[in-house]
Antibody, heavy 119, light 107 residues
């Protein structure tokens, strides 16, 4: 059974870097069949695509966030991570990690991690 | 960016009803369209990919149709557990974008 689990600080100070890790169990992150991605949802609002990564390290970032985002993969630990620098209050959201079969959209979601940006 | 517009934004229906939600893309996306269901406080659940294909273990009461710019999600024989918010998403072009959501409520 595939599981994705987000982890990281739930509170980040303004101007600091928001960092989250997604641990994948039940599947190998080095599979050539999947991308791995991050999506966020501000409280009471809709879904926003942040970016995605392939096991080779190839990434795509949403242009609206590109200057502040880094997504990386850690194959030995079967994890991938999100870093969002210069965080501000509008970055407060539930952050989801997802699996993306090539050409087939998203099939699995993590349970989500609420990150609040506040002093 | 490709804009995805869902209608209606909210919908009231009764148990046993059949409902249809529409999603329109601002440009053609072939069949690169997915649908998700989200219940309060929970992660979205993937329902449909490639506009018409059900994800594993999704009941056949959910069906999708469309291609190009116009798509629909139909839910037949509504049950209490189906009342949720539904989102469409295009994965034809980066950045992948979502509709604003349709909240399905019990009448």
């Amino acid at each position: 059974q595939l599981q994705l689990q987000e982890s990281g600080p739930g509170l980040v100070k303004p101007s600091e870097t928001l960092s989250l890790t997604c641990t994948v169990s039940g599947a190998s992150i080095s599979s050539s069949s999947y991308y791995w991605g991050w999506i966020r949802q501000p409280p009471g609002k809709g879904l926003e695509w942040i970016g995605s990564i392939y096991y080779t390290g190839s990434t795509y970032y949403n242009p609206s966030l590109k200057s502040r985002v880094i997504i990386s993969v850690d194959m030995p630990n079967n994890q991938f991570s999100l870093e969002l620098s210069s965080a501000t209050a509008p970055d407060t959201a539930v952050y989801y990690c997802v699996r993306i079969p090539m050409g087939l959209g998203i099939d699995y979601w993590g349970q989500g991690a609420l990150v609040t940006v506040s002093s | 960016d490709i804009q995805m517009t869902q209608s209606p934004s909210s919908l009231s229906a009764s148990v046993g009803d059949r409902v249809t939600i529409t999603c329109r893309a601002s440009q053609g996306i072939s069949n690169y369209l997915a649908w998700f269901q989200q219940k309060p406080g929970k992660a979205p659940k993937s329902l449909i990919y490639a506009a018409t294909s059900l994800q594993s273990a999704v009941p056949s009461k959910f069906s999708g149709s469309g291609s190009g710019t116009d798509f629909t999600l139909t839910i037949s024989s509504l049950q209490p557990e189906d009342f949720a918010t539904y989102y469409c998403q295009q994965y034809h072009s980066y950045p992948y974008t979502f509709g604003q959501g349709t909240k399905l409520e019990i009448k």
